[in-house]
């Protein structure tokens, strides 16, 4: 296959594996490194590229819904107990997106750890009011580390 071929079925698998959750995209880079290829830089640049594509889909899906959800969960009457479980796990990843100092690395974080993931990171950075652009920075920013992470041992062998 040629490189601009390889990168471009890299660059599809990112984005369906930003938006299916059983579609893995890190399998698809440590397969892609053990193929080995001139291309592979492209690979990982193109996976990359795609799952912030994905990533940015659920940013701006969030960023546009969040009006419709916050009136939809205020008619929804909670339980006390379900109310203080989300509380606990949503008001931590709101505060620390809500700020620019502690947003950004946030997102970084979980774009190349993978810790909180991505997913929720990407849903709640579009309510918080975060940068489109800086969201994207740092998102491509940690893909491209982590995937050429999970490249780097099979180029090394």
Request: aromatic content about 6%; some cysteine; proline content about 4%.
């Amino acid at each position: 296959m040629s490189s601009l071929a390889e990168a471009v079925v890299a660059l599809g698998y990112g984005v369906a594996s930003a938006l299916v959750p059983i579609v893995n995209a890190e399998a698809y880079a440590v397969v892609a490194g053990h193929r080995g290829g001139h291309a592979l830089v492209a690979v990982v640049v193109a996976l990359a590229l795609g799952q912030t594509a994905g990533k940015l889909l659920l940013f701006e899906s969030a960023r546009r819904g969040s009006g419709r959800l916050a009136r939809k969960v205020a008619k929804r009457k909670r339980s006390g107990r379900a109310a203080a479980r989300a509380a606990r796990w949503t008001e931590p990843i709101r505060r620390w997106l809500s700020r620019r100092r502690t947003a950004l690395p946030t997102v970084l974080a979980s774009a190349a750890v993978g810790v909180p993931p991505l997913a929720v990171v990407s849903l709640a950075a579009g309510t918080a009011g975060l940068r489109r652009w800086e969201f994207a920075v740092a998102c491509l920013s940690g893909r491209v580390i982590r995937f050429a992470l999970l490249v780097l041992p099979a180029v090394l062998a």
